[in-house]
């Protein structure tokens, strides 16, 4: 069994992929995601940027990480040169040496499952081994692992690879690295405190051998953040599904889950059994209420108004002859929104309109939001409908850098209707996920763009950037407007529906 840096990462974000990973039928995992081979790349080109900044020149071994036998070999060789930096290298040490150095899991007995831990191997692939003074197995000098990442925040996975790392090379240059340093998004260096970085590094590598030997499945538990860019999610989804799983139901976090299974409940059958008055005492009054409407509209497949939603004295959705439907297609990673979609519907004329304003290169953003600005402005009385909080925050972003008129940024932002609030608000939906594809799909809308997503989105766009091919462009124009057409669905449809309750509410 080869545990490599990479499953332990995974490991830390989900124990369940890293089982999946080595016990899992590849046939299950879902096809690679451009947006994970983009995010890739950007770390690739990430790695050389700070090398040139820092006027390194590394040594590299000439067989790549995939033949990890020979480059782990050549690794050492280059340590044993003293080569002063080292990219694209490997280390390597066997459960025996493991042990050795790892007193806590060596009373692990060795049943015929666990004998699979003896034909272990463990590596790690540090972006850069630095050269330092010092005295190591090799001589006068020892080395130090840096990793290079994307991220903004040493985020506790880094943290524990930068930990794993100095362990391994600890044994095989007899002697604890000085440091282990994780390099950031910004070209910041972070040291990681070894003396409890490798206490805590070692307790969750042994859960994890624990855990593989045992050959423990660890359950589902579907989480969007988590899961939307695990190549098991078709997989577990179905697992999740065919055991009625509660992470499936949305209001269920782990904690919450934890709470129920406390209560017996261990799935959706479970949760319509139990009284409010059990789930109360655990969840309190908001939360259990809240959990038995939401699976109460789920086995009904209706949708219900929210209980502490008054339906009579809260002002209506607003309504106008002229609406405008706004959505942002963004660059996380550059920081750039290069879409700025409208969807402009005269009610009174019956007929709808969408309107682009599309950065062609990345220097077009300012240009764009003038152009949206002039746009939206001859519309002063429309409301501006968008789902989340993302077209608020980017139009104060993008006031701020271009130095927009406060009162034009304060005016267009009086005028933002975010239906996710509204929704939020108001409606209990029988749905898995609230977000607008889920909503809209219930409600029978359909993307054009079957593969569309907001990450297929910024490919499209990071390729168009590259080979200036149109196709690429309408993809995206594609996907906006109908992001656009499906807040408007979601708004004609919440309307009617509440308006229709509050009817018969006053019956
Ligand atoms: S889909 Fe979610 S639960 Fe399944 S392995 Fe991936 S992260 Fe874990």
Redesign the pocket.
């Known amino acids: 069994m080869l545990i490599s840096d990479h499953l332990l990462l995974n490991y830390k974000r ?1 124990s ?2 890293t089982f ?1 990973e080595i016990f899992g039928n590849p046939q299950e995992r879902d096809p690679a995601k451009d947006f994970l081979l983009k995010l890739k790349r950007e770390n690739q080109t990430h790695m050389r940027n700070v090398i040139a900044a820092r006027s390194l020149k590394p040594d590299q071994p000439q067989a790549s990480r995939h033949d990890w036998q020979l480059n782990t070999k050549q690794t050492v060789e280059l340590m044993q040169q003293g080569v002063d930096c080292i990219v694209g290298g490997a280390l390597k040490v066997n459960y025996a040496q493991w042990l050795s150095v790892r007193p806590d899991v060596s009373n692990l007995q060795l049943t015929n499952k666990q004998a699979l831990l003896a034909k272990t191997t463990l590596t790690a692939a540090p972006s850069l081994l630095i050269k330092q003074s010092g005295t190591s197995i090799f001589g006068n000098w020892e080395y130090i692992p840096v990793n290079i990442k994307l991220g903004r925040k040493p985020k506790p996975e880094y943290k524990l690879i930068a930990a794993f790392h100095a362990q391994i090379l600890a044994i095989i240059q007899e002697k604890i690295p000085k440091r282990s340093q994780l390099i950031l998004k910004e070209h910041n260096s972070h040291e990681i405190d070894l003396a409890y970085g490798l206490i805590k590094m070692r307790e969750t590598v042994a859960e994890c051998l624990i855990m593989l030997a045992e050959q423990n499945e660890p359950e ?4 969007r953040q ?2 939307s860019l ?1 190549n ?2 078709g997989y ?1 989804h179905q697992v999740a599904k065919s055991t009625e799983h509660l992470s499936l139901i949305p209001g269920i976090t782990p904690k919450r889950y934890e709470y129920l299974q406390s209560l017996g409940v261990n799935n959706i059958q479970s949760l319509v059994k139990i009284s409010q008055t059990r789930l109360e005492e655990t969840l309190g009054y908001e939360t259990a209420h809240q959990l038995k409407q939401q699976i109460s509209a789920i086995k009904s497949d209706r949708p219900l108004v929210r209980s502490n939603f008054d339906l009579v004295n809260i002002q209506p959705i607003p309504s106008s002859a002229i609406e405008l439907y706004f959505d942002i297609e963004a660059e996380p990673e550059r920081q750039t929104d290069y879409l700025l979609g409208v969807l402009l519907v005269d009610r009174v004329n019956k007929t709808e309109q969408f309107h682009a304003f599309m950065a062609e290169s990345l220097a077009e953003e300012g240009k764009i939001w003038q152009e949206f600005l002039d746009f939206v402005a001859l519309y002063p009385d429309a409301p501006i409908f968008h789902y989340s909080e993302y077209e608020a925050d980017t139009i104060k972003r993008l006031a701020k850098l271009y130095d927009t008129p406060r009162d034009q940024k304060k005016e267009i932002l009086s005028r933002l209707v975010d239906l996710h609030f509204w929704v939020t608000k108001t409606v209990i939906f029988p749905v898995e996920s609230y977000s607008l594809k889920s909503l809209a799909n219930w409600m029978g809308f359909y993307w054009r763009e079957t593969t569309g997503s907001g990450d297929q989105s910024v490919c499209w766009y990071d390729q168009w950037l590259i080979t200036q091919d149109r196709a690429l462009l309408n993809l995206i124009l594609s996907y906006n407007e109908d992001d656009c057409r499906a807040t408007r669905c979601l708004k004609d449809w919440l309307l009617n529906f509440l308006e229709e309750q509050r009817k018969q509410n006053l019956e």
């Open positions: 989900c369940r992929r999946l589902v538990f579907i989480s988590r899961c695990c098991w999610y577990c």
